[in-house]
């Protein structure tokens, strides 16, 4: 049997939060300028930071951080963030 990641909306309804999300013109833009930014941020790290555990480990939050800002923006509903 295949668990799917199933999660419940505030109206009752069941939605598949592993299933792909389609996003349109704005929301490319919008997750474009979240990796710019993030491009400049990972940048000044390695400029700023010495070669070590700890700047490796910022880099990996950034990348993180990346991952669950444009997941933010592909799962926006029209009206409503959630």
């Not at 295949?2 to 999660?7: A, I």
Request: aromatic residues 8%.
């Amino acid at each position: 049997m295949l668990l799917r990641g199933l999660k419940k909306e505030g109206n009752g309804k069941m939605i598949d939060i592993f299933e792909n999300r389609a996003v349109d013109e704005e929301q490319v833009e919008r997750i474009n300028k979240v990796k710019t930014q993030a491009d400049y941020l990972y940048k000044y790290i390695l400029e700023m930071c010495p070669g070590n555990r700890e700047q490796s480990i910022a880099i990996t939050k950034l990348e993180e951080s990346v991952m669950w800002a444009t997941k933010s923006i592909a799962h926006e509903k029209k009206g409503r963030r959630w």
